[in-house]
């Protein structure tokens, strides 16, 4: 039910405009521009720009209202209907739903009929709109055709117009194939970036569905289309040498248009392959989206509203300004090196090491404050625990064990250290950090020795080396294991102290043999 | 002694941090080289290690490698005074307290474009420029009338503080017609001074006219993975009013 979304959030547009409202049936308006968006973004594949608008609605103002209204007005009423209404200002429309997998949270979605797209020189540059998905949906569902029919349906009319040699009829049904075709690609294409935008924007129902829909009718479209096409062909050839025996234009005006339904079935059977492309991908955009959320999802960020807040209560001294803005700006400024500050840097490494008397791999550069040592020590200590449990409960269970199983014979075997894994988000971090690993393994053999060859610096990130070979320094039974893999199990999610939802992984160890 | 393929990799490694250093990106199409090098995973873990021992980080977008220095990064520096002869001109007209006024107009855009405290901190694609004037405006108007004599406002170090940025404003002439800007210190002027600099850092665009603001995927990427990043939040809010954590000079 998104799509109905939009219509109350252009209602209440609508209802809260102060201009145009007593000429103009806006909502009409609004409409009539949404469905040419539509025509030029599926007919034309391209965008359009509010000037375009403008034309196009000088023109029905005064066909339909018999009303001449100046380009400048029109310009105008354009701005209005897609900056104000369609754009709300550049500021997403946002829908609250409730989430049902945690019955707690409320996922609030990103409602967009239009997208923009930046065009023009750097001096003119302006923006173009195309019509959204959603915003397809919106004009599709008020035919009230069922979505997963219309392709099919329309294929037949198409079939049926060609086997009576009605080519004008069959080429306009091929037309509006297109359009069906590049909206289920713009669909997947959009499904695709709101998985990379915000995963909590999508729910896996909605893959589902997509991949239902074209898993039953797809292929069995795709080769129809390819039939047809060979069937077009030959009907191309036939004709050839009818009109090559006997002119007759009458059979040339039909070559024509056979012509035109074999150039768009080209386009038809092009953006399938490009719908395939998509669909083969959609899967692991959704798996790696899914995982790299897991690291994030628990933790609230910090705003720019709190910095400014921080800021207008307490300032900024100047050198602090700069390291705010640092950051930022190119290394144009940021390449010249500040040698006092180096010098007094090397200073601080200098007198540390002395202080130092074994352990001179525990490098804290940079690290001069002894509450952020802390913190970063507690943290590697925490990924060392974590990457211990794991190591260990696969090796015990014959080498190899299920996220499930893990915690639910860590939460029978030692109760305190699930409640302190299970709810540290740094549990997560690392089984994201092994998955996302190439091949989703790690060599625990080179790791350790890049430890003992390299000076390294604990961070609060998770750095394999430096774990590594703290791990194995303390756990000497360890260095047998070549390496620590992480593959998916099940398409099974798991929702651990109703906190975190992960796919059910297992963990498994390679010992040296 | 080290592996004759191993000195090789660190070489390699070393040559590509240097570049970072030089240049402070690296377009991975034209210098491909570079590209098909840090596919290798001990490169890409050497030079890792070497940016973030210069307390730096690197990511990727649209194929160009950038090197972005920490908060607290000691090696690699820059004054305000250099911004503020880059952003506003070699001219004494412009005190430092015209710079500070432009950060804290930039920093407003950045609180309306990356409001949101999930997974994604962007939550609208462009803010129109008289948006972001209100928005500058009600944020500094309840501070026009502050008391400069507020022990709280009067400390020396504190250099940008809201006192400053609110009187400035203030007096910072309205100018309607944004074409003839006449008066280069007026709220108008000094948010295209503002926005002009940091589209030349490739931070933002200046779109549809010339009337809105449309943040770059660069910027984008250094607020999600740099001001937003829950592991930064510490040394973000310690840098306001903390000057007792810094070994401060008086100038």
């Known amino acids: 039910m998104e799509w109905l979304s939009p219509i109350y959030f252009i209602a209440e547009k609508i209802a809260n405009a102060k201009r145009y409202k007593e000429e103009y049936e806006l909502m009409n308006l609004a409409f009539i521009v949404l469905l040419y968006f539509q025509e030029i973004t599926l007919s034309e594949d391209r965008g359009c720009d509010v000037e375009e608008i403008a034309g196009f609605l000088k023109k029905l103002i005064t066909h339909h209202y018999d009303k001449d209204i100046p380009f400048r007005d029109a310009l105008d009423l354009a701005t209005f209907i897609v900056e104000d209404i369609f754009r709300n200002g550049g500021a997403f429309f946002r829908l609250n739903t409730r989430d049902f997998t945690s019955e707690k949270n409320i996922k609030n979605m990103v409602i967009k009929l239009i997208e923009t797209d930046q065009v023009g020189l750097l001096d003119d540059q302006y923006n173009t709109y195309k019509i959204t998905n959603l915003g397809c949906e919106v004009l599709f569902r008020t035919l009230e055709i069922d979505k997963t029919m219309r392709i099919s349906m329309e294929m037949l009319r198409l079939q049926q117009e060609f086997e009576k040699g009605n080519y004008d009829t069959a080429y306009r049904s091929t037309q509006e194939l297109l359009n069906l075709s590049r909206q289920l690609r713009m669909e997947i294409e959009e499904t695709i970036r709101k998985i990379k935008v915000n995963i909590d924007l999508i ?137 006092k500050k180096i010098f007094e840097e090397q200073r601080v490494i200098s007198e540390n090491k002395k202080e130092k008397t074994n352990d001179n791999r525990l490098d804290m550069k940079g690290l001069v404050d002894n509450s952020e040592k802390e ?5 590697n200590e925490h990924y060392i625990k974590i990457l211990d449990t794991l190591i260990k409960y696969s090796y015990s269970n014959g080498g190899t064990v299920t996220l499930s199983e893990l915690l639910k ?43 003992k060859d390299l000076k390294l610096i604990p961070q609060s990130d998770f750095v394999f080396n430096y774990i590594i070979g703290k791990l194995l320094d303390r756990k000497k039974s360890y260095r047998n294991i070549k390496g620590i893999y992480i593959e998916k199990d099940s398409n099974e999610l798991i929702i651990i102290n109703n906190r975190f939802k992960v796919t059910n992984v297992r963990i498994g160890v390679e010992t040296i043999a | 002694m080290l592996s004759y393929e191993y000195r090789k990799k660190l070489e390699r490694a070393t040559n590509i941090y240097h570049n970072l250093i030089k240049y402070g990106e690296i377009n991975l199409e034209e210098e491909s080289v570079i590209g098909t090098e840090l596919q290798d995973d001990e490169i890409r873990e050497i030079v890792d290690v070497l940016v973030t021992n210069a307390e730096s980080f690197i990511f990727e977008i649209n194929k160009t490698l ?111 017609d944004r074409k003839n800007i006449k008066n280069q210190k007026s709220q108008i002027g000094l948010i295209d001074k503002t926005f002009e600099f940091f589209r030349r850092q490739g931070l933002v665009q200046i779109t549809n006219r010339k009337i809105e603001i449309t943040p770059t995927k660069k910027l984008d990427e250094i607020i999600k993975q740099y001001y937003t990043h829950p592991g930064r939040e510490h040394s973000l809010i310690k840098l306001f009013g903390g000057v007792e954590d810094e070994q401060y000079q008086p100038d």
């Open chain 1, 203 to 339: 729910v896996k129902e909605e893959i589902d569905e997509l991949h239902n829909r074209l898993d039953i009718n797809f292929e069995k479209e795709r080769q129809s289309f390819e039939k047809l096409l060979n069937q077009v062909y030959t009907r191309i050839e036939m004709l050839n040498q009818e009109i090559e025996l006997e002119y007759n234009q009458h059979k040339e005006k039909m070559l024509y248009m056979i012509n035109r339904v074999s150039e768009n079935l080209d386009k038809i059977i092009l953006e399938f392959a490009k719908v395939l492309r998509f669909k083969q991908g959609i899967d692991l955009v959704y798996e790696k989206a899914l995982i790299d959320s897991i690291d994030i999802g628990s933790h609230k960020r910090i705003t720019f509203n709190k910095l400014l807040d921080d800021f207008e209560g307490k300032g900024l001294t100047d050198e602090n300004t700069v390291k705010l803005m640092k950051p930022l700006l190119s290394f144009k400024f940021n390449k010249r090196l500040n040698l």
């Open chain 1, 375 to 379: 913190r970063v020590k507690e943290i």
């Open chain 1, 409 to 451: 014979a860590l939460k029978n075997n030692e109760p305190e250290v699930y409640e302190e894994i299970s709810n540290d988000r740094n549990f997560y971090v690392v089984l994201v950090r092994i998955y996302q690993s190439e091949g989703r393994y790690i060599n625990l053999v080179n790791n350790y020795k890049t430890y």
């Open chain 2, 66 to 176: 950038y090197l972005i220095p920490e908060v607290e990064n000691k090696i690699l520096s820059f004054s305000n005074s250099e911004i503020k002869e880059e952003m506003l001109g070699s001219s004494s007209t412009y005190t430092m307290e015209y710079l500070y006024l432009c950060y804290y107009i930039f920093i407003t855009f950045l609180s309306l474009i990356y409001e949101g405290e999930g997974y994604n901190p962007k939550t609208r694609d462009s803010v129109r420029i008289d948006e972001i004037r209100s928005e500058v405006d009600k944020r500094l108007k309840p501070h026009f009338n502050v008391d400069s004599d507020d022990p709280k406002y009067i400390d020396f170090k504190i250099k940008f503080n809201i006192t400053i940025v609110s009187k400035l404003w203030n007096i910072a002439e309205e100018h309607k």
